[in-house]
């Protein structure tokens, strides 16, 4: 599961970042499946690390065997992708069924025809899904479903409580220059998320602390917001040793290597406190940015009939609560917040439930951002994000 970033990967995507405003007539075309027949014998899936388990990490959180117990010729196989642009990439290149896209990934691979329309008469319990997913704007474009919601959370600030007595207040101890709570500076001791996507989250931050600024969306940025989180993020990389985006390796960081706060998802943390460190995490002042991920079938994918199967299976009440159990996120069927003997009947509330309306969830920057105002594109970020890493 532990994976490198490929800059040749993120150039890739880049190249379908550009039309993501797209009209019903875009999307006309293939027609999805109508009846589900006999699986085709397996089902390949592009999945974030810890969202596809079959107990080898941790023999109570399996949900793999099960289906493969139900649909004997449907064995799941899963490759872990650590960024959106990673999925995309991996989207491009086919052979896959299902991805599960964030909304930073999702209209990209709308627009490039890389995922199908879903035929949500075949998935029976769509109507059991948190009715604010149903039609959310990253899956669903001219009336069209192109996925299933899966899981959503938002990114938080995992801080060290032996460094911090008390919990942090603001993602300024990431961003800033600063000496913290144990009297030591940060330098060297924080970490950021490895995407072009972090972007939003420095612009959330510069939203709170420079009003000034305008800024409204922290994905929708004229040029003088961008050059001035650019600035920020400059900044930021003189006190950062690492980017990470194999949380396995931040665990190692934070763990063995003096890391005293970053980004993280609940994931992280869960881990972390399971194994006795002593982690928490919080939802800072400012809010954070998120993900709303969607179980996605690739326009071309060779198992659609154990594909269709599992998209049912991703949403049933015991799957969903013991991955919000594992992930530290939040189911999207809600009748699974109650009765799941691991995620228990206050899980949901402590991943987050109540959170929804304060996390900016991932979405692809574009030129038309609506209003008449001109934005910079996603394809700026990666070519941004790229030179911020290069210390430029």
Sequence with gaps: MRRKSSWLSVVAAAALSGAVYISAAQVE???????????????????WPGYIERGETDPAFD??????????NCKVRVKTAGTSDEMVALMNEGGFDLVTASGDASL????GRRVQEINIDLVPSWDKIDPRLHNAPWHT???KHFGVPYQWGSNVLMYNTEVFPEPPTSWEVVFETMTLPDGESNKGRVQAFDGPIYIADAALYLKYKN??????????LDEDQYQAVLTLL????????RYWHDPFIQIDDFTNEGVAASSAWPFQVNLLRDAGEPIESVLPVEGATGWSDTTMMHSEAPHPNCAYKW?????????QGDLAAWFGSVPVRLDACKGNELLGDEGCEINGLGNFEKTEF????????????????????????????GGR
């Design 311 to 319: 998209l049912e299976h991703s949403i049933n009440p015991k799957l």
């Design 234 to 241: 400059r900044e930021q990389r003189k006190i950062v040793p």
């Design 108 to 111: 990209r691979l709308i627009a």
């Design 362 to 389: 991932w979405k692809t920057p574009v030129a038309d951002c609506g209003g008449g105002r001109t934005c910079v594109p996603y394809y700026r970020w990666v070519t941004d994000w790229i030179a911020i890493l």
């Design 141 to 143: 474009v001219g009336g």
């Design 63 to 72: 949900w793999v065997t099960d289906f493969e117990a139900d649909n004997p």
């Design 211 to 220: 009003p000034e600024l305008g800024i409204e969306d922290p994905y929708a």
């Design 29 to 47: 075309g293939q027609e999805p499946l109508q009846s589900i027949g006999p699986g085709e014998g397996f089902v390949d899936i592009v999945a």
